[in-house]
């Protein structure tokens, strides 16, 4: 079956309970295990907890105080360089004790989570790129909070919780898909693209025409996995009909900024 129609409400509910599994997982950790490299080259997982709490705040304000966000996103587009963008946003939180850390990302989760439910389903949410539609800019969220909980997880070598959270993830994956191309200034494909997600749950989610010869199939954790360029589409189960298919599942990338490439492929699979 198709993915259920979601509202606001819903995407602030997950967001929140996404943030609170991963406060489980790092809430106790040692002081070696917050400064384990994680796969995200140079960041620790403290690094990925402090990218967390600045964006959290920034979202806050993006909702909150326009004006503020707008000196915010000035300062951080104004930046020459990746070295100057984690200077001015990790820079404060590599200085904290993982207590301290931990404290300020409850804090700023809390800021976000008190004005995202002053959100409607009809609103839009200034951002760094074009503004956001309020589904989309705290499913963006949510899927920051799930792609740097799954570095973490990597990191810890524990298993990342599977919940059917996801499917909005899979949803903004799937709507990213000519993004993809766009950000890379590629021509948009016209190819159709079906996709065909077994949720956590074992429910069916499908996006797209039922009858586009290009198809994607498999593990609606793994279709996250790829659009959030954690793993390599070979080091899936995801099945791939299709060269439009293929070639999106190479490309895909369901977040905003400069065009990245995900992780090589440490399979010789498909």
Known sequence: MSEAPTNVRDVRADLIAEQESLDMIVADLSAEDWVRQTP????????????????DGTAAAAITSPERFAELATELLSVADEDGGERLTLGPYREMKPSELLREWRRNRGLLAGAAS???????????GPSMGAKSFLTARLMEAWAHGQDICD????????????????????????????????????????????????????????????????????????????????????????????????????????????????????
Request: some cysteine; hydrophobic content about 40%; aromatic content about 10%.
């Open 40 to 55: 995200s080259a140079g960041w620790t997982v403290a690094d990925q907890i402090g990218h967390l709490t600045y964006f």
């Open 155 to 270: 990191a810890l070598h524990v298993d990342h919780p599977r919940t059917d959270r996801v499917r909005h993830i899979a949803q903004l994956g799937f709507i990213t898909h000519k993004w993809s191309y766009i950000n890379r200034e590629l021509p948009p494909p016209t190819a159709p693209v079906s996709v065909q997600l077994n949720a956590p749950s074992g429910d069916i989610w499908t996006f797209g025409p039922g009858d586009a010869a290009n198809l994607i199939k498999g593990p609606a954790i793994d279709f996250c996995m790829v659009v959030t360029q954690r793993r390599h589409v070979a080091d899936t189960e995801l099945e791939v009909y299709g060269r439009a298919a293929r070639d999106w599942m190479e490309k895909a990338q369901a977040f905003a900024g400069p065009p990245t490439d995900g992780p090589p492929p440490t399979s010789q699979a498909r």
């Open 118 to 128: 002053t959100l409607a389903d009809g609103d839009r949410v200034a951002w760094y």
